[in-house]
């Protein structure tokens, strides 16, 4: 191997012509193949393959393509980029033994990756991962033509967004949502969203304004992750425009960002929150939750004030949806924009997720902006933070030092009173606020998330914390 391929929280991703070649890409797809047909003893084997828009993701698809043909295991392959909720659906839905999906959701433009989809439709476990990795290397790569192999049938090209749209459609209350008169501002952030949106809303009378939604490989030089820093165009065109919401998702919509009319913006715990009240008292559900250990003390404040059963994970999507398949939880959160509705994937969609905020706006006829001062009139309004360092690997063990509980007691005079271990380090201090450490599973970046009852207290805390890893 030319580099070396190591899979984090959700698949494996490289920096182009780097670490994510050709030669690491089949080495990876016969991996895969060799995981499948030692796990899977079916006659025939069906994998569905995607792709973003990301530079080559296409091509690359098309060279997994050829291993996985190559190996006794026949392919759909999407005619066209799709979001990744949409190959996963395809890998539940079509009898597969899996799904592979060629991006690398939200990181730059310089990355691709390879995300690996189980035939119900989650991530793949560490179990899953284990042994993808254990044949990295071990057997030589097979590979057939891409053309030929269609001619063969043994490659089959669809177009999996219909099904996808078609399944959306269930789970949203259109007839609601199409008689609402908003303006709505839409940031695609040059990924696999592109118009689907506008398809769905076709028949709506939603006044709908896009941004950024023709597809880009280099996204326009902005990483495509819908977080407050990346979305600043979205922010002006709200404070100078006559929107109810602002709308965002990353690079293959598995992501959703928000902002208020006034260009606030809502982070994933926050909308999480709202959705959840919403289901509560229109919908009259009451539902069992999860969140990841990152995500906002809000959820917990009214999980608490409904009496709703919660369950708290590691960072990683994956974790929430174990949780789903065991029947635990009907509606998770993790804080990097990842919502997922239990019935309808395990899974984290940003499509669905904009479409469920459009139709509580729909049902409160309100702003987004005036739905979460209600809930902050009722609850407490919370302050939370996210930077993201990047550092030298040399330095990586001096970093896990300094921000280790026996060197950290107090936070800005603030006591800490308990530290929770369950992925990086997050200390609880003596009036409620909180602080975590975490390393990325995908790139050199420590992340340091804060949260208080102050956006003063919040961003010293971030400061404080900066100055103990920089």
Known sequence: MSKKIKFGTDGWRGIIAEDFTYENVRIVAQAISDHINYSNKKKEKI?????????????????ISEVIAANGIKVIFSKEFIPTPALSLAAKRRSTVGGIMVTASHN?????GIKFKTNLGTSADAKVTKSIESFLGKNLIKKIDYSLAVKKRIIKELDLCKEYIKHIKTFIDFSLINKSKFNVLIDAMHGTADSLMEE???KSDIKMTFINNKPRCDFNGIK???????????????????FAVGLATDGDSDRVGVMTENGRFINSSQLFTLLLLYFIDKKKRKMAIGKTVSCSSLINKVSD???IKMYETPIGFKYLADLILENKIDFACEESGGIGLAKYLPERDGILAQLLTLEMMAAYKKTIGQIMCDAEGKFGKFYYKRVDV??????????????????????????????LETDGLKYFLEDGSWLLFRFSGTEPILRIYAESNSNIKTSKMIKSALRKVI
């Open 200 to 202: 769905l809303l076709k």
């Open 224 to 242: 495509p992750e819908p977080i407050e820093i990346n979305l600043k165009q979205l922010q002006m065109l709200l404070k100078k425009g006559k």
């Open 47 to 63: 994998a569905v393959i995607g792709y973003d828009t990301r530079f080559m993701s296409k091509n690359y698809a098309q060279l």
């Open 390 to 419: 990047k550092y030298p690997a040399d330095k990586r063990k001096e970093i896990i030092s300094n921000v280790s509980p026996l060197k950290i007691k107090k936070i800005l005079n603030n006591k800490v009173k308990r530290v």
């Open 305 to 307: 004030a409904y009496k």
């Open 108 to 112: 730059p433009a310089n990355f691709n």
